[in-house]
């Protein structure tokens, strides 16, 4: 397996269940992120709608605004083992939906046992029903011993990475390009790189005014 394949594996094409951050467009403000819950067309074509924390509706926007990521990793950024070795310790220590696991839907509360799976999704059938059901894990419980419901855990944290780029908040007071900064890459010399959201260069900054930017 290339490291593109285990990326691809990892994170693969944006549909339902996939963690996206906003990266382009002019509604919805560059570095929301989210998880694709709906998909659909619009007048200029296709959109998703995506569940953010804070936000008690779906945000919705083109599905051209947006790039999909691996949970805690910044467009651009990739796990420090690399993508295959850090692909082989997801498979290992995440888990998932399973053929012949007994599940409960946390939505509906009904129970079944899971027939298909793959990656995230799984296929499952609700007791006494022949009709199929798909979910993401993360929409399930898995019923244990003596029916103890369990979270699935369907990512872990992809920590540490490549570099040690510090995340800041959105800066809408500073002026342009100033304001589109969203992390900073520490040099040796002591100053500090400011990237965009898609870890595009903005200017080297000395450590005093990345501090400043640090401070809450």
């Known amino acids: 397996m290339t490291e593109d394949e285990a ?3 990892l994170i693969g094409p944006i549909s339902k269940g996939s963690f996206v951050v906003v990266v382009r467009g002019r509604k919805v403000p560059h570095g929301t992120h ?7 067309d619009g007048e200029w074509g ?5 569940s953010v924390e804070g936000e008690e509706k779906l ?12 949970p805690g990793l910044l467009p651009g950024q990739q796990p420090a083992e690399g993508w295959v070795d850090f692909h082989a310790r997801v498979m290992r220590e995440r888990t998932l939906p399973q053929k012949g696991h007994r599940v409960r839907h946390k939505e509906s509360e009904t129970e079944g046992v899971v027939f298909w799976s ?4 799984a296929g499952f ?16 419980l898995l019923l244990g011993e003596h029916g103890v419901p369990l979270e699935y855990t369907p990512v872990i944290p992809a920590c540490p990475f490549t570099n040690q780029l510090i995340v800041i908040d959105p ?12 992390s900073l ?13 898609r870890g595009h260069y903005i200017a080297t900054l000395p450590s005093e005014a990345a501090r400043r930017l640090t401070e809450p």
Not at 34 to 40: A, D, H, I, L, P
Not at 118 to 121: P, S, V, Y
Not at 171 to 182: E, G, K, V
Request: proline letters at 8%; one cysteine or more; glycine letters at 8%.
């Open 7 to 9: 990326k691809a594996k």
């Open 34 to 40: 989210g998880t694709v819950r709906w998909e659909g």
């Open 46 to 50: 296709p959109r998703v709608g995506l």
């Open 59 to 70: 945000v919705y926007t083109a599905l051209k605004n947006v790039d999909a990521v691996y």
């Open 118 to 121: 793959e990656g995230t999704r």
């Open 125 to 140: 059938k609700y007791d006494g029903s022949d009709i199929a059901h798909w979910a993401e894990a993360e929409e399930l």
């Open 171 to 182: 800066q809408p007071d500073l002026p342009h390009p100033f304001c589109n900064i969203r």
């Open 185 to 197: 890459d520490p040099l040796p010399n002591g100053n500090y790189r400011a990237l965009d959201l």
